[in-house]
């Protein structure tokens, strides 16, 4: 197509666009943008729709088909809804939620009245609740599939639409309450295609019940029912500080952590309460530098020994325990830390059961599959994201190293920052009382299993084009040697590998079994680069043995840096 075809086809989907957009602010938007004459503008809203990436749809909040909006919002139902409808025998519900970020809650009416206009009935949560509700209703109730509206720890102009199985698409029960797979997102996006004209979808709310406090009571009981190990006088004296990071996971993990006997939580005033613009924070992300400086005052100020963070929608969970050693005198535990530490104790709970298995992301670390086995469980691997996690066979436990903890995958088949927070003030409560927290288990699975290390190398770009240039730069000319190691083997998933279907990464192992995955971010534009170093505990010293492995990790940090050009 020439250019002068191009822009005409450019300019004519804008102008269909902005026609069918019942929304009169971003219809205005579009409108300016058309007025303007701004192709670049033009361009970026519409680059193509909005695809199912490895958490559902997602992106800035704006005009055109290339973004979250009301437009967007009532086509991608209206397929959801022409879905579920073909798969269900009788009547169908759908349950609907959202969290606080800009946008959500209308994002939420309309999906509901879509729903009810579709002819199921829409069970609409009260709004701004965390999502883990959301998919434990799914599989709860149950409902024949779970939408909530969310962009988790995104940036604030960025909105979310996440999908769940419920009744009527899950093949086995296993499947109830996860993300959405193949072949439900492809399908799902067919009908989303075939879906008319944004104003043209069928909208009325005869079909609506809005469900009432009593559904998040059962939730946070039964996130309180998780602390098993501790003895509740010991609950009592751990000092917790608590951080939402302006999400909507505040007042719930407050509430559970209190039915479950913590009766010293200490919320962080400035970051408690919603707050879609997130003003105290670059990026709403536990894991971001910075992001916990907040929560590190009042750490110090209550004496605290133990931090907990969740992301805005409260669906990863983070924590930090006092460390005279560490800078600021806590030491934030990296996902996969704290991973294994839930791991070890999920491991003991479920010791020897026929068909148990630990389950965790191909980029995670791979200190769960020694855990798993020296308690006599399987150990499963899965593509990152919690849609293959959530599924795998006999899970117990899942993780994945960006702080994601399925720790009920009987309730909630899906990561769960409220019920993950319950679990590490549990464990951290039964170790007090003996001078021990969570840093000595980690030492202790060490000397066990080795020093299992890991970092993550994030490239984060403008231009996405560079992160492809990037992954076929690392194809075509992997490095010979990593930290000194020689680079042994080069595994491609593009094509599936491993058991796993195809996903878009590369994994380096060398002699002295150091791994590196890259893979582009499935929510971001992001190129991300997992790094793994196994250190042998010599004498029982942890500390030389970490010494050695952050040495390690920073050399295969600057070769892969010139690896990928970026």
């Keep these: 197509m020439a250019p002068q075809d191009d822009a005409a086809d450019l300019l004519a989907r804008a102008r269909r666009w902005r026609d069918h957009d019942p929304d009169p602010v971003t219809r205005a938007e579009l ?28 992106g800035r909040l704006g005009p055109g088909e290339s973004r979250m909006n009301l437009a967007t919002v009532l086509r991608a139902t209206a397929g959801v809804a022409a879905h579920v409808r073909a798969h ?28 009810s206009a579709a002819g199921g009935e829409a069970l609409l949560l009260p709004a701004a609740l965390p999502t883990p509700v959301t998919a434990y209703l799914t599989r709860a109730l149950p409902a024949d599939a779970g939408v909530m ?33 193949a072949p439900h997102d492809r399908l799902i996006a067919e009908a989303i295609a075939a879906a008319p004209p944004a104003d043209e979808v069928p909208r009325d709310r005869s079909r609506i019940r809005r469900l009432g406090p009593g559904v998040l009571e059962d939730y946070l009981d039964r996130a309180a029912s998780l602390a098993r190990v501790s003895d509740p006088a ?28 913590f009766t010293s939580v200490h919320p962080v005033a400035a970051q408690f309460e919603p707050d879609p613009d997130f003003p105290t924070v670059e990026f709403p992300n536990p894991e971001e530098p910075g992001a916990l400086d907040l929560a590190l005052a009042e750490a110090r100020r209550i004496g605290a020994d133990l931090i907990l963070a969740a992301d805005p ?17 806590y030491r934030l535990l990296s996902g996969d830390e704290l991973g294994a530490v839930l791991a070890e104790y999920l491991a003991r709970e479920h010791a020897g059961e026929h068909g148990a298995s630990l ?34 066979p006999g899970i117990v436990y899942g993780y994945e190293e960006a702080i994601g903890y399925c720790v009920d995958p009987g309730r909630v088949r899906d990561k769960d920052g409220v019920s993950a927070a319950v679990r590490v003030a549990d464990i951290a409560a039964a170790l007090a009382p003996a001078g021990r927290d969570l840093g000595d288990v980690l030492d202790d699975l060490a000397r ?12 984060r770009v403008a231009d996405t084009a560079r992160i492809a240039g990037a992954m076929a730069r690392l194809r075509q000319s992997p490095p010979g040697e990593l930290a000194g190691s020689a680079v042994t083997g080069v595994r491609d998933y593009a094509e599936g590998a491993a058991g796993l279907p195809a996903t878009n990464a590369v994994a380096l192992t060398t002699a002295d079994a150091d791994r590196v995955i890259a893979r582009p971010s499935g ?17 029982g010293d942890v500390a030389a043995a970490r010494a050695r492995a952050e040495a390690r990790l920073d050399a295969i940090a600057a070769r892969m840096r010139d690896a990928l050009g970026l």
């Excluded at 759908?94 to 729903?115: M, T």
């Excluded at 995670?364 to 006599?376: E, F, Q, V």
Aim: charged share 20%.
């Design 31 to 58: 409108t300016a943008l058309l007025d303007a004459g701004d192709r670049a503008g033009l361009a970026a809203a519409f680059a193509g729709p909005l695809e199912f990436g490895t958490a559902g749809l997602r």
């Design 448 to 459: 066990a299993h080795g020093l299992h290390l890991t970092r993550p190398l994030t490239v």
């Design 88 to 115: 269900a025998t009788g009547t169908w519900r759908v349950v609907l939620g959202c969290d606080a970020r800009h946008g959500s809650a209308a994002f939420q009416a309309a999906a509901a009245e879509v729903v």
């Design 359 to 392: 389950a965790n992301s191909m980029v995670s670390s791979r200190l769960p599959a020694r855990i798993a086995a020296a308690h006599g469980l399987g150990h499963v691997e899965t593509l990152t994201g919690f849609k293959w996690i959530s599924q795998a």
């Design 149 to 181: 509206i969310t962009a988790s720890h995104n940036p604030p102009a960025d909105n979310g639409y996440k999908v769940y199985l419920g009744r009527a698409l899950a093949e086995r029960d296993s499947q109830v309450g996860a993300q959405i797979t």
């Design 234 to 261: 010991a609950r009592g004296r751990l000092r917790i500080a608590l951080t939402p990071m302006h999400g909507v996971g505040g007042a719930p993990i407050a509430a559970a952590l209190a039915r479950a006997g």
């Design 523 to 539: 929510t971001e534009p992001k190129l991300k680069c997992y790094l793994e170093v196994i250190v042998d505990v010599a004498g």
């Design 313 to 329: 929608d409260a669906d990863r969970c983070a924590a930090a325990i006092a460390d005279d050693a560490a800078e600021g005198g």
